[in-house]
């Protein structure tokens, strides 16, 4: 595995792959990786000749009170772990040559990244989608590996592709979960003993619509009241939202008609910690 920190390298590596013809999939990734992250770079290496995994904690879509100077960071244990999920090309590159002095320039989509997670965090997704095209750039990939885990995230980048006409395939991997059902997250370690065995409040509460739905419950209203009922049952849950929304639109939905795909998603802190999740059902 070859390790790069230069823009300028990386971006002539990408050229000279190709120019032999190679297909380049890039995993976008801040590093602290996890099974879930494994998963993804597994799926980039069946759909490309070489692998680039990226590490970059991206200040730009982190707010001013959130974890971007505690977010966790283990460089070398991340590159042992790409490297033995089939990874070539580890690329890291630092803060101040992606956003050099004078840097004024943002990707910013409307619509789609102003709900959900938007209401609450209304800087991040331009962080994102800032990045993430710079990383096309660099990297100059055929096909890009994402998470359904952060589902706003993906349906946010697959908008920027589209409208921007970038020559990228999308590709969103399923969620990986713990034995216990949490959805795996770097932010996970924040979690003491007792707030580890309270998150399972989420995954519990998507199984509970899931089991709803499939009894006959279509109403959005009920299914949320009861998903909030048994999250609000464990002492350190905080709620920041629950929904049930269109799958490609993300606008909410009051009932659920036969053929539609919602996406039942969450975002709750477990004591000084906020987790996500979600879940894609077809009626």
Do not use: W
């Not at 993906?154 to 590709?171: C, S, T």
């Not at 929904?243 to 004591?271: F, K, M, N, P």
């Amino acid at each position: 595995m070859n390790i790069i920190n230069s823009i300028s390298e990386m971006q002539h590596a990408a050229d000279a792959l190709r120019c032999e013809g190679k297909r380049i999939g890039v995993v976008p990734t801040m590093g602290y990786l996890h099974e879930g992250h494994l998963s993804l770079i597994r799926t980039a290496k069946k759909k490309s000749d070489v692998v680039v995994t990226t590490i970059f904690v991206n200040p730009a879509q982190f707010g001013p009170n959130e974890d971007l100077s505690r977010y966790p960071r283990d460089l070398d244990r991340d590159t042992r772990l790409a490297e033995s999920a089939g990874t070539n090309i580890l690329f890291v590159p630092n803060e101040k040559e992606m956003y050099p002095e004078g840097y004024h320039t943002y990707v910013n989509v409307e619509k789609v990244s102003e709900v959900l997670e938007g209401n609450f965090r209304p800087t991040h997704f331009r962080g994102v989608t800032t990045v993430v095209a710079k990383l096309f750039n660099i990297t100059k990939p055929h096909v890009a590996v994402f998470g359904q885990k952060d589902a706003q995230q993906a349906a946010v980048v697959r908008q920027m592709v589209k409208d921007l006409n970038f020559d990228v395939e999308i590709i969103v991997a399923p969620i990986v979960r713990e034995p216990d059902g949490l959805a795996m997250s770097s932010r996970n370690v924040y979690l003491s003993p007792d707030e580890r065995k309270q998150a399972l409040a989420l995954s519990q509460s998507l199984d509970l619509a899931r089991k709803r739905i499939a009894t006959g419950e279509k109403k959005c209203e009920a299914l949320i009241a009861e998903m909030r009922e048994h999250i609000t049952s464990h002492p350190s849950a905080r709620i920041d939202y629950i929904s049930i929304a269109d799958a490609t639109t993300l606008q909410e939905l009051t009932a659920l008609d036969h053929g539609t795909t919602a996406l039942v998603s969450l975002a709750v802190r477990i004591g000084s910690t906020r987790l996500i999740d979600n879940a894609l059902i077809t009626i």
